[in-house]
């Protein structure tokens, strides 16, 4: 059983995220989302630099999932808005708690920052994942000009 941790992320962690990440759009979410040229646009502001900007942004919390020491799946979040802008895994972290763990974090920030909701977009690949978790949709939307789902959970 692989060993699942979730920290802080700090500044030397952003590559390893901006990786992630993008991987994560590309090699997940790709099914759902085949347009190369969509997905590059997805992609363009997952970069080094992007991500260590929001790791320094006070608003912001970033979270590196780990799967035996490894960054394998990146969070991010508003605490000004009690809001989740990324939950991605690498495809091979799929299946063992990472993003479970993940999501679990950013809602005890959330709560730590007073919020009775924590709100969402999700995409059509992690939907099925976020219901499981609790969330409930508001609704469809686009983000980007791709189909996303509006989500929120009750944090009680």
């Known amino acids: 059983m692989p060993t699942v941790t979730v920290r802080l992320a700090e500044p030397a962690d952003a590559a390893a995220l901006a990786t992630a990440n993008i991987r994560s759009i590309r090699e997940v979410c790709g099914h759902d989302y085949p347009d190369p040229a969509h997905l590059d646009k997805w992609c363009a502001n997952k970069t080094a630099e992007n991500f260590t900007t929001w790791i320094q942004d006070p608003a912001q919390r970033v979270f590196a999932g780990l799967v035996d020491g490894v960054v394998a799946g990146v969070g991010t979040m ?24 993940l999501l679990a974090r950013m809602e005890a920030e959330a709560r730590a920052h007073g919020f009775a909701t924590l709100g969402l977009e999700s995409t059509i690949t992690a939907r099925g994942f976020y219901l499981k978790q609790g969330y409930r949709e508001l609704g469809e939307t686009e983000v980007r000009g791709w189909p996303a789902y509006r989500m929120e959970k009750a944090l009680g």
């Open 78 to 101: 508003s605490v000004a808005k009690g809001f989740v802008h990324i939950l991605y895994l690498v495809p091979e972290a799929l299946g063992t708690g990472l993003g479970k763990a």
